[in-house]
């Protein structure tokens, strides 16, 4: 198993629902799925303001993880999720 952490401050919430309703079956294709959420996360160290959410995703493996992001056919997802807001996705293992 290895994980993606995904920080979104969301500056577009309408297309933040846009992009929700599409991210769990872009997720599945690649066998993987949030573990944990939150819409109100807490930093605990460092100067940065906390992101609007905040979701630790597991995937089976490294191949998969970048097969998500790297998909032609979910490139319209990956776009929502950007125009969403600012976005920072890493890799974990």
């Known amino acids: 198993m290895i994980y993606a952490f995904v920080q979104i401050t969301i500056t577009d919430p309408d297309t ?3 992009y929700a309703d599409l991210a769990g079956p872009a997720l599945q294709k690649y066998g993987a799925s949030p573990v944990a ?4 996360p807490t930093r605990l160290e460092g100067d ?4 609007s959410r ?3 995703l597991g995937f089976p493996d490294r191949e998969a ?3 998500w992001i790297n998909d032609p ?7 929502l999720r950007r125009a ?3 976005s920072e996705i890493t890799l974990i293992g």
Do not use: F, N, Y
């Open 84 to 86: 969403a807001g600012d």
């Open 16 to 18: 933040m629902a846009k």
């Open 54 to 56: 905040a979701v630790l």
């Open 65 to 67: 993880a970048m097969g």
């Open 73 to 79: 056919e979910l490139a319209d997802v990956h776009a």
């Open 48 to 51: 940065a303001p906390a992101p």
């Open 37 to 40: 959420m939150s819409k109100t």
